[in-house]
């Protein structure tokens, strides 16, 4: 028969401060939100970090460009240190925005992790903010971009977009679009569209019975770059 042992009070103490003793619930964690995190740019940055970031030092300068204006600019959104630079999303924003509304941060930090995990350096916009008739449009809001990467193509492109949470990922597969669709919002929704410029009349819903699950785990830290295995462009 095992004896009781008597520890001192003081190594109980220590004990139930190492592994536990009960004690009050603890409270559950806030989801966080996207939209939250995008609605200012100080929110989509993550906080201010003392030292370099791996993944921040890999990130380089893109290229945009905004074929309608043909207007162009070089910007690197993060610093060596992981957080985003406010400058760089305005630069950027007066090139893929000509009509001077706002563009969503978060859409536009998708797009450049998109752009780093296939190693590319331009990107083309086709369209960011619109006044489109239709209120529940993302474009209306300013929290969607139809874009392109170079040398990436436009179905690789989009299913990797769908594999993020809070989004909505359209492809727009006739010959003369070739555009992808991004947006952010509360609950994933995924298509494919083969009309011709200017027509919406072959839209088709994508199911992905994951995105709900990618939804619920999403953490904001899920939408800082990732890299393939590829070449990385040297930063100037």
Not at 25 to 49: G, H, I, K, M
Not at 118 to 131: I, P, Y
Request: charged share 20%; net charge neutral.
């Amino acid at each position: 028969m095992a004896l009781p042992v008597k520890l001192p009070f003081a190594a109980v103490a220590m004990l139930s401060a190492l592994f536990g003793g009960g004690g009050a619930t603890p409270a559950q964690p806030v989801a966080p939100s996207p939209n939250v995190l995008a609605s200012d740019v100080a929110l989509a940055a993550p906080e201010t970090r003392g030292k370099t970031l791996v993944w921040a030092v890999r990130t380089w300068p893109l290229h945009f460009r905004n074929p309608n204006t043909n207007e162009t600019v070089d910007a690197r959104f993060y610093s060596d240190e992981g957080t985003v630079d406010p400058e760089a999303i305005a630069a950027v924003t007066r090139v893929v925005n000509p009509d001077g509304e706002p563009e969503d941060a978060r859409v536009l930090l998708l797009v450049a992790r998109a752009a780093y995990f296939f190693g590319a350096t331009n990107v083309e916009v086709l369209s960011g903010h619109r006044k489109d008739p239709k209120a529940q449009s993302k474009h209306h809001t300013g929290e969607a971009l139809d874009f392109k990467l170079e040398r990436v193509d436009s179905g690789v492109l989009a299913a990797h977009l769908r594999g993020l949470g809070h989004v909505g990922v359209g492809i727009y597969t006739h010959p003369a679009t070739r555009y992808v669709h991004v947006d952010s919002r509360e609950t994933s929704f995924h298509w494919i569209d083969s009309s011709p410029p200017g027509k919406a009349w072959r839209e088709y819903g994508i199911t992905d019975i994951k995105s709900h699950a990618r939804d619920l785990a999403w953490q904001p830290e899920f939408d800082e770059p990732r890299f393939l295995a590829v070449a990385i462009p040297r930063r100037k």
